[in-house]
T-cell receptor, first 111, second 113 residues
Framework: RKEVEQDPGPFNVPEGATVAFNCTYSNSASQSFFWYRQDCRKEPKLLMSVYSSGNEDGRFTAQLNRASQYISLLIRDSKLSDSATYLCVVNKVNRDDKIIFGKGTRLHILP | NAGVTQTPKFRILKIGQSMTLQCTQDMNHNYMYWYRQDPGMGLKLIYY???????DKGEVPNGYNVSRSTTEDFPLRLELAAPSQTSVYFC????????????FGPGTRLLVL
């Protein structure tokens, strides 16, 4: 199993719709989880952290499922500006304390 | 605060040439990182540093070198450029460990011909 795995997409979603995607991780000891957003030809930027109790920020909701080892991102009332690649990030929790980036899920919001 | 800045934005190198990618942060972060991102691929860690004078290898360090003489600067050196090093290079910094947000620079696009 890959350390961090995401569906690459693309997800083509009409404006106003709700879209969700998941990310699975292999290390059950991982403790830190994030969603980053990366626009085309730009740097990644933190979208939100994912807490055990879930996390909501406006139209965005992130959830953690430790039993099944995945995190999810839900976007409600999608906007054209939500078109981007969403990177799942998990900390490695080995002797070296680093984070692992998933390859990302591409989202296209259609007008 | 400018955050994390990188220079140059874009560079074309010939095979065998060398260059240094510059990275500076003004957030007084101890941790700094260099990643490369190939088209359609995730970020791969090249080198990282947990403080001035301390550097360590990441996942793909071959062909690169780093130094960290100050908290602010973390240059990445490419020796004997190869076509396989064509990529986008991102520098990032964070205040602490893997539980902290990483802040990225705008990236350097490198083409090796």
């Amino acid at each position: 199993r890959k350390e961090v795995e995401q569906d690459p997409g693309p997800f083509n979603v009409p404006e106003g719709a709700t879209v969700a995607f998941n990310c699975t991780y292999s290390n059950s000891a991982s403790q830190s989880f994030f969603w980053y957003r990366q626009d085309c030809r730009k740097e990644p930027k933190l979208l939100m952290s994912v807490y055990s109790s879930g996390n909501e920020d406006g139209r965005f909701t992130a959830q953690l499922n430790r039993a099944s080892q995945y995190i999810s991102l839900l976007i409600r009332d999608s906007k054209l500006s939500d078109s981007a690649t969403y990177l799942c990030v998990v900390n490695k929790v080995n002797r070296d304390d680093k984070i692992i980036f998933g390859k990302g899920t591409r989202l296209h919001i259609l007008p | 605060n400018a955050g994390v800045t990188q220079t140059p934005k874009f560079r074309i190198l010939k095979i065998g040439q060398s260059m240094t990618l510059q990275c500076t942060q003004d957030m007084n972060h101890n941790y700094m990182y260099w990643y490369r991102q190939d088209p359609g691929m995730g970020l791969k860690l090249i080198y990282y540093s947990v403080g001035a004078g301390i550097t360590d290898k990441g996942e793909v360090p071959n062909g690169y070198n780093v130094s960290r003489s100050t908290t602010e600067d973390f240059p990445l050196r490419l020796e004997l450029a190869a076509p396989s090093q064509t990529s986008v290079y991102f520098c990032a910094s964070s205040s602490g460990t893997s539980q902290e947000t990483q802040y990225f620079g705008p990236g350097t696009r490198l083409l090796v011909l």
